[in-house]
């Protein structure tokens, strides 16, 4: 059942030195291609990236949040050709949960990298430093990415009591269940 990945799945940013056989690869690859898109215009394209050099210049790609990446044998980059659809946000957002979750039905642990809106220590965009660093073409962005590999460690779901259940409403907003 869905819901009991839903309700073990964890960020997970510490990886063994283990690597990601092609099968699981295929998979996540399989499960982001499947993605609902708007009008199903399909705007996103990923970039698989398993050299370790350029994971390191990865983990660099901002000032805060993506260090964790050095230490994962895979990334996902998560793009969009933002010219096919301008709901592309949405489409690659819902690719990137979906690369996220897949990995944790494989026993995969994966954290969401955000990118867009994002820049680097020294100032400058993370978006022109992962266009130069991956050779995006004009007009493809980067939406975040998705480090992924073995967990090191377990975590544990988050436990029913903590969900923000006083966040839902019925019929109007604030509007209580009886
Ligand atoms: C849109 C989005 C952006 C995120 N960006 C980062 C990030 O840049 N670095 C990071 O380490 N985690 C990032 N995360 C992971 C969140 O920190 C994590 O989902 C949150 O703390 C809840 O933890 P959990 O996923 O284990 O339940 C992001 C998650 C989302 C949904």
């Given at each position: 059942?869905?819901?009991?990945l839903l309700r073990s799945r964890r960020s997970i940013r510490r990886f063994t030195d283990q690597p990601i056989e092609q099968e699981k690869l295929?998979?996540?690859?399989?499960?982001?291609?499947?993605?609902?898109?708007?009008?199903?215009?399909?705007p996103w394209e990923f970039v698989v990236v398993r050299e370790a050099e350029r994971i390191e210049a990865l983990s660099k790609a901002k000032s805060?949040?993506?260090?964790?990446?050095?230490?994962?044998?895979?990334?996902?980059?998560?793009?969009?050709?933002?010219?096919?659809?301008?709901?592309?946000?949405?489409?690659?957002?819902?690719?990137?949960?979906?690369?996220?979750?897949?990995?944790?039905?494989?026993?995969?642990?994966?954290?969401?990298?955000?990118?867009?809106?994002?820049?680097?220590?020294?100032?400058?965009?993370?978006?022109?430093?992962?266009?130069?660093?991956?050779?995006?073409?004009?007009?493809?962005?980067?939406?975040?990415?998705?480090?992924?590999?073995?967990?090191?460690?377990?975590?544990?779901?988050?436990?029913?009591?903590?969900?923000?259940?006083?966040?839902?409403?019925?019929?109007?907003?604030?509007?209580?269940?009886?």
């Amino acid at each position: 059942m869905l819901i009991d990945l839903l309700r073990s799945r964890r960020s997970i940013r510490r990886f063994t030195d283990q690597p990601i056989e092609q099968e699981k690869l295929d998979l996540l690859l399989e499960a982001a291609l499947r993605s609902p898109s708007s009008k199903g215009f399909n705007p996103w394209e990923f970039v698989v990236v398993r050299e370790a050099e350029r994971i390191e210049a990865l983990s660099k790609a901002k000032s805060h949040g993506a260090t964790f990446l050095a230490g994962a044998p895979l990334v996902i980059v998560v793009c969009a050709d933002t010219s096919k659809s301008d709901v592309w946000i949405e489409d690659a957002s819902i690719a990137t949960l979906l690369v996220h979750l897949e990995a944790a039905d494989l026993g995969l642990g994966s954290c969401w990298v955000q990118l867009r809106l994002r820049d680097r220590e020294d100032g400058t965009s993370s978006q022109d430093y992962m266009r130069s660093l991956l050779r995006l073409p004009e007009g493809v962005e980067v939406l975040a990415m998705v480090g992924i590999g073995y967990p090191e460690g377990r975590k544990e779901g988050h436990p029913t009591t903590s969900l923000l259940t006083a966040q839902v409403s019925y019929e109007q907003f604030g509007q209580k269940k009886d």
